[in-house]
Nanobody
Framework: VQLQASGGGLVQAGGSLRLSCAAS????????VGWFRQAPGNEREFVAT????????SYADSVKGRFTISGDNAKNTVYLQMSSLKPEDTAVYYC?????????????????WGQGTLVTVSS
């Protein structure tokens, strides 16, 4: 499966953005789809994931209550709705697909990665 992430941009603190991860090659129903992010000088970190079939979401504590992950099977696209954004959310965001069941949260569990999309939150 090939992944294409989009939707990043510049937003003020407290604002919202929606990231999209579009898949081609195979249906998302075969994969758990996750979002990770990497800020300059930091390691890549888990943000959110949704299980195969889109039934079960899981979030990092740092974004719980502010971010929502969802999927549209008809469009073969997974979204990350980000609200109440903070400057510390600034990072390159990556989407990735995993054949693991459940809600994998480790980057090595994901074999397919899209290119990143930059999110910048100004204070």
């Amino acid at each position: 499966v090939q992944l294409q992430a989009s939707g990043g941009g510049l937003v003020q603190a407290g604002g919202s953005l929606r990231l999209s991860c579009a898949a081609s090659g195979r249906s998302f129903s075969y994969y758990a789809v996750g979002w990770f992010r990497q800020a300059p000088g930091n390691e890549r970190e888990f943000v959110a994931t949704i299980s195969r079939g889109g039934q079960f979401p899981s979030y990092a504590d740092s974004v719980k209550g502010r971010f929502t992950i969802s999927g549209d099977n008809a469009k073969n696209t997974v979204y990350l709705q980000m609200s109440s954004l903070k400057p510390e959310d600034t990072a390159v965001y990556y989407c990735a697909a995993s054949t693991h069941y459940g809600t994998p949260s480790l980057s090595h569990q994901y074999a397919n990665w899209g290119q990143g999309t930059l999110v910048t939150v100004s204070s």
